[in-house]
C-alpha cells in the first residue's frame, strides 16, 4: 500500500507529516518540501505525479519499471533521477535491487521507492534535529541519500571479494565441482552488480559536470565525490571479474595436478607389481624340465629376483625424480 | 504480394483503406498519411517509392535488401530508417529477423517489411480508437512501433539466459558433447542478435540527440527512453556472452573432474587388487623347496598376507584422502 | 607489361584506347578521362604519374609498393586513395589480395592495379552502354569500381562461415589435430582479412564524412552505403574469430570427452577382470593344506565367487552411473 | 600523534620547525609556506585544514579516509591532490599503500600522509642546502616529492617481472600447485598496482594539460615527465598482466605433459609384462593334457616366446616414436 | 667516449667535421647544422645542450636515460623528440634497443644516441653526394633517420611470423615443453616491440597532424608515410600476439590428444590381455575336481577360449571406432 511521508521546511520550521502537507506547500513559493512514496501502486502514483505535479508520463512510467538502469532526464521545471542500489546475500546468490527514482525541483524532491529502504528512513529521521540537511536545498537532501546508497556497496565488494579469496583457497586445498558451480554463481551475482553500477557510474559523472538543472553549483562536488567513490566501486568490481577466471583457471590446473598424482602412484605400483607377477607366473609353470624348481635356494632365488627387480624399478623411480617430493596436498609452501 | 495498407487522418476524420488513398492525399498539405507496405516486390515498390513519392534509389535499395543493418540516412524532404526486430526460436537455434524500413516526412510515415509484423498489426487496429496515434505526428506513430519492436527483444533475453542456467545445470549434472555443441548454437544466436542490437542501439541514440530532421523535438524523449531499453538490451547480451565463456570453461572442468574420479577408482582398485595377484604367483611357484607350502596354516597364512596388504593399502589412500569423501555426481552442495 | 586503357568522354562523345587518347585530354578543360593501367613497371609509371601528371613521389611509391593498406591523402589538385580487395581460396588457404591505387581529380580518374582485376574489367565494359558511369562525374566512376570490390567480400565470408561451421561439426563427431591445424590456418587468413578491412572501413567513413576534396556532395550517400557495408563485413570478421576461439575451446572438450570415454572402458574391464585374477591365484597356490580344493564343489564355488565379484562391481557400475548412458560418438542429439 | 614539520620562506631565509611557524605565515603575502603533517588524527586535523585554513569538509574528509583513489579537485584558492605510492613485498605479497594529500595555494603547500614516508623526508632534508625547491614556489616542491613517489615504483615493477620470469622457470622444471597459488598472489599484487596506477596516471595527465590552478605554467612539462613514468608504469603492468595469463595456460600445458609421460611408461611397461603373465599363465594351466609340458626345451620355448613378444612391441614402440626420444625433466633445450 | 659528427651546410657548401664545426654556426643565421653525438656521457653532453645550445633540463635528462619512450616535447625555439628501434634475435632472444633523442630547431638538427646506429651512418655518407637531405631543411633530414628506423621493423616481424609458424608446425609435428618456453621467450621479445611501437605510433601521428613546430608543412605529408607504416607495424604485432594465443591453446590440445592416443593403446592391449590372464588363472588352479582339466582337448578349448574373448574384443573396439583410423603422428592431411 503506497505510503507517503511528507516533511515540509516553512519559514525555518520543519514540519514531518503525511500527504495532506502537500497542500500547504505551494510551487513558486520557497517553502521546501521533501515527498517520499513508498510502494507505489500505479493507481495512486500516476494522479499524484502526472496531475498534481505534472511530471512527465515517461518518468512516471520509468518510476513503475521495476527494470530501468540508472538515467537522468531533464524536463522543464524538473530533473528526473532514477539510481539503484542492490543488497545481496553473497553466500546465498540473492540478490535484491532497490531502485529509488528522484524528481528534483527548484523547492521540492519526491523519491519513490517500492521497498523500504533503511538510507532514506535514516535521512528521515536525522531531519529534525539536521534541519540543514534540507535548508541548503533539495539537492543537498538528495546528495545525502545517494550517499548512503552509494557506499552501500563498499561491504558488500569486501564479502565478494572475500568469497572469492575463500574459493581460491578451498580450490587449491581440495578442488570439488561445487566450487565450480559456486564460482558461476558469484560471476552471476558480480554481473548483477556491474550492470547496474556502471550506468550510475556515468549518472555520477554526468551531474557532477553539472548537467542537472536543478543541482546548485556549490554542490556539484558532493556530487563528484560520488563519482568517485562509484569509480572505485566500478574498478574493484572487474579486479574480481579477473579473479574470477583466473580462479577458474586454477581450478582446471588443480585437477589436472591431481589426475597426475594419482595417475603416478597407479604406475608407480603397477610397474612395480606386474614384473612380479610375471615371475611369480614363470615359476608356476608346469614343464616337466624347470631346472630352477629343483634347485634347493630356488625359491629363495625367485624372491631374491622379485626384490632386484623392484629395487631397480624403485631407483628408475627415484632418477625421474617420482619419488624425491611428493605433491601432496599438505605441504603447500611459497618459493 | 505487395500489401498495401493507407491511413489518412485529414479534418480530423481518420480513414483506413488501400493505395487507392494516396491519392487523396497532398505532400504539402496538412493530411496526415502513413503507409503500410508488406511483403514489397521490386517491380511495384521501385515505381512508387522513386516515382510518386520521389526517394532516393539507395534508399530503395536498402528497402529492398535482406541484409541491411540499421540506419539512418537523412534526405532532402525525408528522413530514411532501417530498424531490425529478431524472433529467436531459441530452443531450436531458429531465428527469424524482421527488418523495417521507413521513411518519415513532415505528413508522412511509409513503412516496408517483408513478413507480417504483429507490432504493425496492432497499432494498426489500434489506430481508429487512438487517434491521438497519429494526431500526435507521424514520428510518434514510428516511435509506437519501434517500442514495441524493442520491447519484443526482452522476452526473447529471458529464454536466453534461462537457457545458459539450465546448461550449466545439466553440465555440472552429468557433461556431454551434445552439451557443448548447444552451447555454440547459442552463441551462434546471441552472436545474431548482438550484431544487429549494436548498430541499432547507436541508432537509437542518434535520434534521441535530435539528428533526425522529421522527429518533433517533443518526441526526442521518447525515442531516449528506446535508446535506455536498447543500452539494456546490450548490456544484457554481453553478460550472456560472458556467461557462456564461463559455461564452456566449466565444462572442460567438469569431464576433468570426471576422469580424476574415474582414474581413482582404477588406481585404488588396480593397486588393490595387484598385490594380491603377487602374493597368490608366489604361492603358485612350482618349487620342490617351498618352506611356506609344508605349513600347517599356510593357505591361512597367505590369507592373511592378503588381507594386511588390502588394509596397509586403504589407510595409505585414507591418508592421501581419497577415501574420506567421494565426489559423486549426487552431492553437489554449496560452501 | 605495363597495360594502359583510356576512356575519354569529350563532348558527350565516349571513346576508349589505349594511351594515345591521354594526349587529346586537357587538364583544365571539362573533358573526363579514365586511365586503368595494369601491371605498372616501375619504369614507365613513375614518369608518367609524376612527370605528366605531376602526382607527388610518396603517392607514386605507395601505387607501386605491395603492402600498402587502405588510406586517403589530400594533395593539391586531385585526391589519392588505396583500395583493398581479397580474393581467398579458403579450402586451400591461399589468398591472392588485390591493391587499387586510385588518383581522383576534377575531370580525371586514374586507377592503378598489378593484377587483371575483374571488377574493373566489368565498369569499363559497360561504359559504351551506360555513360552515365562516366557523365556523372570521375567520382561516380570510382564509386562504382570499390561498390564491386567491397560486394567482393561476402561470398568470401559466406564460405569463411561456413568452413568454420564444417569444422565445429567435424570435431563433434571425431575431433583430430588436423582440425586443429586446419583452425589456425584459417584463423590466419581471418586475420590477413581484419588487417584490410578495418583501415578501409576506416577510409570509407572518412570519405563519406566529406574528407576527400573531389568526391561530389550528392555523391556522399554512395560512398556512406559503401561504408555501411564495411562495417557489416568487419562485424562478421570479429563474429567468425569469436566462433574460431570458441571452436578451439571445444575441440579441447571433446577431447577430454573422449579421454575419459577410454578411462571409463579402461577401468569397468580392468576392475572387473583383476579380482577375478586374483581368485584365480588364489587357487592355484600349491599349499598342501588348502580345504576348498578338496571339496567336490570346490570349483564350482571358485567360478560362484568370481560370478558374483563381477555382478556386485557391474552394479556399484551402474549405481556410478557409468553403464546407464553411453556418450560414443554415434548419438549426439538435443538437448 | 599527529606529527608537524613546518617549513618557512620568508625573505629568502628558511626556517624549518614545528606548528608554531604557522603563526608567522601571512595568507595574503609572499612567504612560502610548507607543512607536513604526518599520521593525522581527526580532533586535531579537521579544525586544522577546516578553520585555520578554510579547506572544505569533503576535502578533509578524502585527507583521513584511507581508501581515497589518486584524484584532483579545484577548489576556490587552493588545489587539492590524492598521490598514491605502494611499497610491496613481492616475495611475502605484504604491500603497504601510502597515500599524500596534499593543498597547494599561490604561497604554500600542505601535505598530509599516515605513515612516516621516505620521500618526503628526503626532500625536507634537502631543503636547507638546496633553497631552489621551495623558491621556485610550491608546485615545484610537489613536483620532487611526487617525483620520488612515482619512480619507487620501478623497483617494483622489476621485482614483479623478476617473480614471474622465475615462476614461468620453476613451472618448466618442475610444476606444483603452489606455484600456481604463488601466481594468483601475484596477480592479486598486481592488481592493486593497476587499480592505483591507473588513476594516478589520469591525474598526472590532467594536471600536465594544464588543468590545475596552482601549478605554475613553467612547471607543467616536469608534471608532463611524470605522466610519461607513471604511462610506462602502466604500460609494464600490462605486459605483467599478459605474461602472468599465459604462465598461467603454461602451467596447465606442462601439467598435461607430464601426464603423459606418466601414461607413457605405464603403458609400455603395462604392455610389455601383460602378454607375458598370459603366456606364464597358459603354461601354468593343469590340464592333464598340454603336449608343451612334455617338451624338452618346452620351457626355453615358453621364455623364448616372450621374448619376442617383447621384442615386437618394443619395436612397435619405437616405430610410435615413443622410445626414440624421452621428454625428462632434465633435458630442456631450444629448437 | 663521447663521438660527435658534425655537419654544416652554408651557402650551398657542405662540410663534414668534429665538434669545431658548431663554432663556425650561428644560431639567427641561416646555414644548417647537424650534430650527430654518439655514446655520450653526462659531463659531456650536459654542458653542451644545456649551456651552449640552451635546451630544458629535463630534455636532456630524457636524452640520456636508457628508458624513455618514444615522445614529443616542444620548448621555445625547439623541438624535442625520442624514437626508438629495436634490432632483435628473434631465435635466440636476445634484444637491442636502440634510443634516438632529436632536437630539430629552425637551421638545426641534433641527434643522441648510445650506440652506433646503421641508419644514421648511412644518411651520415649519403650526405655529401646528396646535398637536398639538408638542403630541404633538418626536418627532412630528420625524416629520412626515422624512416630508416621505422623499416627496420618490417624483416623483423616477417622473422617472428615465421617463428610462430614454424613452432606451430613443430607442435603438430611433435609438441614437447621447449616449444611453449620458446612460445613464452617470443612472447616477451614481441611485448617488448610493441611497447615502445604503440608510443612510436602516437607520436607519428602527432607529428604528421603537424603538432611540431619545426616541422615544414609541405614535409607533413612525409611524417604521414610513417605513421602508415607504423599502424601496418603495430597491426602485425597484435596479429601475431593472437596467433601466439592460439598456438598455445593448439599445444595444450594437441598433448591431449596425444594423451588420447596413448591410452587408447593401453585400453586395447590391457583389456584384451586381462580376460586371458584370468582364463589362465582359472585353470590353473589347483581343485581336484575340475572336469575340464581331464578332457583331452582341454588345453585347445581353453586356447580356443582365448582366442574367441580376443576376437569378440577386437570387434567391439572396431565398433566403437578405436581401430578405424589412427590418429598417429605421420599422417597429418588437411579436410
Redesign the interface.
Known amino acids: 500500500m503506497t505510503a507517503i511521508r511528507a516533511t515540509l521546511l516553512a519559514n525555518d520550521v520543519l514540519r514531518q507529516g503525511g500527504a495532506e502537507l502537500i497542500e500547504q506547500w505551494d510551487r513558486v513559493g520557497n517553502d521546501l518540501l521533501w515527498l517520499d512514496i513508498q510502494q507505489p501502486d500505479e493507481e495512486h502514483l500516476e494522479p499524484l505525479l502526472e496531475e498534481r505535479f505534472g511530471f512527465?508520463e515517461?518518468a512516471s512510467e520509468?518510476t513503475l519499471s521495476p527494470?530501468?538502469?540508472p538515467?537522468y532526464?531533464a524536463?522543464p521545471g524538473y530533473d528526473f533521477f532514477i539510481f539503484r542500489a542492490v543488497d545481496m546475500n553473497v553466500?546465498?546468490h540473492g540478490s535484491q535491487t532497490y531502485k529509488l527514482a528522484a524528481f528534483l525541483g527548484r523547492n521540492f524532491l519526491i523519491t519513490v521507492h517500492r521497498d523500504r529502504m533503511q538510507n532514506v528512513d535514516d535521512v528521515c529521521n536525522r531531519l529534525p534535529s539536521d534541519k540543514r540537511l534540507l535548508g541548503n536545498g533539495p539537492d543537498f537532501l538528495l546528495y545525502n541519500i545517494v550517499d548512503l546508497m552509494v557506499d552501500a556497496h563498499f561491504p558488500l565488494l569486501d564479502e565478494i571479494e572475500e568469497s572469492v579469496d575463500?574459493?581460491?583457497d578451498?580450490i587449491?586445498k581440495?578442488?570439488?565441482?561445487?566450487?565450480?558451480?559456486?564460482l558461476?554463481h558469484l560471476?552471476?551475482d558480480v554481473?548483477v552488480l556491474r550492470?547496474q553500477s556502471?550506468?550510475q557510474r556515468e549518472l555520477l559523472n554526468q551531474i557532477s559536470r553539472g548537467d542537472a538543472q536543478f543541482i546548485q553549483r556549490q554542490h556539484l562536488?558532493?556530487f563528484?565525490?560520488l563519482y568517485?567513490h562509484m569509480?572505485?566501486i566500478s574498478?574493484?568490481i572487474d579486479?574480481e571479474r579477473?579473479?574470477m577466471?583466473?580462479?577458474?583457471?586454477?581450478?582446471?590446473?588443480?585437477?589436472?595436478?591431481?589426475?597426475?598424482e594419482?595417475?603416478?602412484?597407479?604406475?608407480i605400483?603397477?610397474?612395480i607389481?606386474?614384473?612380479?607377477?610375471?615371475?611369480?607366473?614363470?615359476?608356476?609353470?608346469?614343464?616337466?624340465?624347470?631346472?630352477?624348481?629343483?634347485?634347493?635356494?630356488?625359491?629363495l632365488f625367485?624372491?631374491g629376483l622379485?626384490a632386484a627387480t623392484t629395487t631397480t624399478l624403485l631407483l628408475f623411480f627415484r632418477w625421474?625424480?617420482?619419488l624425491g617430493h611428493r605433491?601432496?596436498?599438505h605441504r603447500?609452501?611459497?618459493?
Open positions: 512527465h515517461l520509468d527494470n530501468t538502469l538515467k532526464d524536463f553466500s546465498e575463500h574459493l581460491q578451498s587449491f581440495d578442488a570439488e565441482p561445487s566450487h565450480l558451480d559456486e558461476l560471476k552471476r554481473n550492470r556502471l550506468p562536488i558532493y563528484r565525490d568517485d569509480f572505485r574498478e574493484t579486479v579477473d579473479m577466471a583466473s580462479t577458474m583457471e586454477a581450478y582446471l590446473s588443480v585437477i589436472a595436478n591431481r589426475t597426475n594419482i595417475m603416478k602412484v597407479l604406475t605400483l603397477s610397474t607389481m606386474l614384473p612380479l607377477t610375471v615371475i611369480g607366473g614363470i615359476y608356476g609353470m608346469n614343464f616337466r624340465y624347470m631346472p630352477e624348481l629343483e634347485w634347493h635356494y630356488g625359491y625367485a624372491i622379485m625421474r625424480g617420482w605433491h601432496g596436498p603447500r609452501h611459497r618459493l
